[in-house]
């Protein structure tokens, strides 16, 4: 993909940060990528172009996304990920006219008021890096659920190398905004009690210029730095190398991105945001404070700071049990003597930090969130370009005659040659889902028709070669055809028992030569199972086991999955991502479009009888929300 990262800013923020790491992701796995700010000072190989994307004002707000449209021309941009709310209004505007969709990321509560649920600025598709900022998105700001995702935010954790501890508590984040304030409170009320408390101790604070902290905070430095020595209170200011002094200090107070940072190094940390202050971090109570980013969002409005007592007398407390050595005479910062050993104790009931670390490393890591980014991408792209609903055809047998069939499974040859050149006459083209996952990766050479329509046949019925592929081939049409990936199952033995009529199945050699003329195979269980009635080792053996023989025997992908007698569940769909699919088909659930749950994809049923006015209505773009209606669901 073609990506613009846009972001409204004058000092380093977390969401800095974020984007360059996520650009330099995106680099390495080949896609390409631009920044466009403000300022950036964070260490990149994309290129940067300078603009006020902060600036307020009509006109200069007018320019910048005439500038960006520009670029994104100019480049053939895919996606402008905004984030920040100034920057998401520039991309809204920038996009306009062009095939770029817009994602925005929130980084933190958006300052409301009641224009937000008239004016959505976020665009195609909206991330919140915690659960916090997702509920305030849908709840306080309106924005549909359905566009809403909770991504967090992914950090690279490879920097964080195991390192000395030192007799430094890191004071680290924003010296602006709300979390200026937050750092300014904890400066002048609650610092010089705790390097009282241990003279060894040094207090670094970094992140932006002092200059930027309110009035009181700065006094409170300066006070500091006078009553303590400047040896003992330092500003860092911007720090390039920041998870490296995270791993090295004794302990972090800080949220978002640096209180990851820290959790992930092991490095004790004592929450503290704009919003809330959850305190020292555990085992216990660290998925909790992540709901908050760990401080900067709180659940709901909140108009005072966070009070930093608690958090404070905490530090007291592990202090006095830890009494961390003095640090060699004369020296500044890091090195010497001042050495400190491992922290142990300050895990939830003996739980080693280690533990949390690893824990964190996983939940966060950049590769695992970058995905699915990348993910949220191809959504944004699909409403952007394709925001209608695209048919699903439910086909099985296709016999020269009619046959007795209870359920009524099955269209003869003389039917689905009506179906299709009805769907010719309007314009239908077929696809598959390797074409519309494709497209949705923007990958090159990849399009989608105007009128796309998939045609899926279920079991590998021997008709489906003799019957219905001489017919799609008339038309120019493909479809998916969902085989059992068992070699020895030759016949439908599932329902024969059941009083259906036995049917042969396609013959391995019958798959092999579909495949390599189009005919896309997606998986069926090795056995037709009912998943709903096995274990869930059993069914994603079923799944695994029919993806990988298929896959064997045609030589191609198999993205999608359908589940036996459309039987499925939350969990069976976490088992179907689990064993690799990428789409998934159901009958009669999901939701309006394809992007609300790529794993239940609605299909329409077809009957024999459905000719002429029938087959119309179950191939209309307006269907499924009829459907919905019609059936309550």
């Known amino acids: 993909m073609r990506i613009i990262h846009l972001l409204s800013q004058y000092e380093v923020t977390g969401a800095e940060v974020y984007a360059a790491q996520l650009a330099g992701w995106q680099l390495a796995h080949g896609h390409q990528v631009w920044l466009v700010s403000d300022t950036f000072s964070t260490p990149t190989q994309a290129p940067y172009f300078s603009m006020p994307i902060g600036q307020k004002g009509l006109a200069v707000r007018w320019a910048n996304a005439r500038g960006l449209r520009k670029l994104i021309r100019a480049e053939g941009v895919h996606i402008v990920h905004a984030h920040s709310r100034a920057a998401s209004k520039v991309g809204l505007w920038a996009v306009r006219g062009t095939e770029a969709a817009l994602v925005s990321t929130v980084h933190g509560r958006q300052h409301w008021h009641g224009r937000f649920k008239q004016y959505d600025v976020y665009g195609h598709a909206a991330i919140a890096v915690c659960q916090n900022l997702a509920q305030h998105l849908v709840a306080e700001l309106g924005l549909p659920a359905r566009k809403v995702q909770h991504i967090p935010n992914g950090v690279d954790f490879a920097p964080l190398a195991p390192a000395e501890r030192y007799p430094i508590l890191l004071l680290a984040g924003r010296t602006s905004g709300p979390k200026g304030a937050v750092t300014a409170q904890f400066l002048a009320n609650h610092a010089a009690e705790i390097l009282t408390a241990q003279p060894a101790l040094q207090l670094h604070l970094a992140g932006g210029p002092l200059t930027h902290l309110p009035p009181e905070g700065q006094a409170a430095f300066a006070q500091l730095q006078q009553r303590f020595g400047p040896e003992r209170v330092q500003h860092l200011g911007f720090v390039a190398d920041l998870p490296t002094r995270v791993a090295q200090a004794w302990a972090v107070v800080g949220s978002g991105r640096v209180a990851l940072e820290a959790l992930a190094a092991a490095t004790p940390l004592y929450a503290a945001g704009e919003a809330e202050a959850p305190g020292r971090i555990t085992p216990a109570n660290w998925q909790a404070a992540a709901a908050s980013n760990f401080g900067d969002v709180a659940p709901h409005r909140h108009q005072t700071l966070p009070d930093l007592t608690t958090l404070a007398d905490q530090i007291l407390q592990d ?267 159901v009958i009669s659930a999901g939701g309006l479009d394809w992007e609300e749950d790529r794993l239940a994809i609605f299909r329409v049923y077809v009957f024999p009888e459905d000719r002429g006015l029938k087959f119309y209505k179950k191939t209309s773009p307006w269907y499924r929300a009829y459907f919905r209606r019609k059936r309550g669901v």
């Open 319 to 585: 202090l006095n049990q830890l009494n961390p050595p003095s640090p060699r005479k004369g020296e500044r910062g890091l090195g010497g003597e001042g050495v400190l050993p491992t922290h142990g104790g300050l895990g939830d009931e003996g739980a080693s930090p280690s533990t949390l670390a690893q824990t964190i490393r996983q939940h966060y890591a950049l590769d695992t969130v970058a995905a699915q980014v990348q993910e949220a991408y191809g959504q944004a792209r699909v409403r952007k370009l394709h925001p209608g609903y695209i048919p699903v055809l439910m086909y099985h047998k296709v016999p020269l005659q009619p046959i007795e069939s209870q359920h009524r499974i099955f269209v003869t040859a003389d039917t689905l040659a009506h179906q299709m050149a009805q769907l010719k006459r309007r314009g239908y083209q077929t696809i598959t889902f390797s074409q519309y996952d494709a497209w949705r990766q923007a990958l090159p050479g990849a399009t989608l028709p105007k009128r796309p329509i998939v045609l899926t046949f279920d079991d590998g019925y021997l008709d489906n070669y003799s019957n219905a592929w001489p017919l799609l081939r008339r038309h120019g049409y493909t479809a998916v055809i969902y085989a059992l990936g068992h070699p020895t199952h030759d016949h439908n033995f599932w329902d024969v028992a059941k009083g259906e009529p036995r049917m042969p199945l396609l013959a391995p050699a019958q798959i092999q030569e579909m495949a390599a003329a189009g005919i896309e195979f997606g998986a069926h269980t090795l056995n037709h199972a009912r998943l709903t009635e096995v274990t869930p080792a059993e069914a994603l053996a079923e799944m695994v086991g029919s993806r990988q023989a298929l896959q064997a025997l045609t030589g191609q992908p198999v993205l999608s999955f359908a589940y036996p007698y459309g039987d499925h569940n939350d969990e069976l769909k976490a088992l179907a991502a689990q064993a690799g699919f990428r789409y998934a088909v």
